[in-house]
Nanobody, 120 residues
Framework: QVHLMESGGGLVQAGGSLRLSCTAS????????MGWFRQAPGKHRELVAS???????NYADSVKGRFTGSRDNAKNTVYLQMNSLKPEDTAVYYC??????????????WGQGAQVTVSS
């Protein structure tokens, strides 16, 4: 009932920028918190950014000042603008959305993952 489609990954040189987009579709009352995780080789899954419905955002320390998360509630879309990319940002980035399916049921949906590779 809830699907997330990601786009925007790719290969970029250090110092470059990429923008990831993730759109939720399906049947749900609303989308609560949305955000981004990333999984780098040999590392644990890391919460990169979370964005509330009011666009309040929390970031991992490693990306503060470089990444900007935002969302468009009308489009059910969350974005991650990544600037000043570093090789250590290389990872698969997964968007997530906490979908309110009913008054009592919340479901966490996940995107398919977008590969971000930053070369030095």
């Amino acid at each position: 009932q809830v699907h997330l489609m990601e786009s925007g990954g790719g290969l970029v040189q250090a110092g470059g920028s990429l923008r990831l987009s993730c759109t939720a579709s399906g049947s749900f009352f609303r989308i609560n918190t949305m955000g981004w995780f990333r999984q780098a080789p040999g590392k644990h899954r890391e919460l990169v950014a979370s964005i509330t419905t009011s666009n309040t955002t929390n970031y991992a320390d490693s990306v503060k000042g470089r990444f900007t998360g935002s969302r468009d509630n009308a489009k059910n879309t969350v974005y991650l603008q990544m600037n000043s990319l570093k090789p250590e940002d290389t990872a698969v980035y997964y968007c997530y959305a906490e979908a309110q399916l009913s008054f009592t049921h919340t479901y966490t949906a996940w995107g398919q993952g977008a590969q971000v590779t930053v070369s030095s």
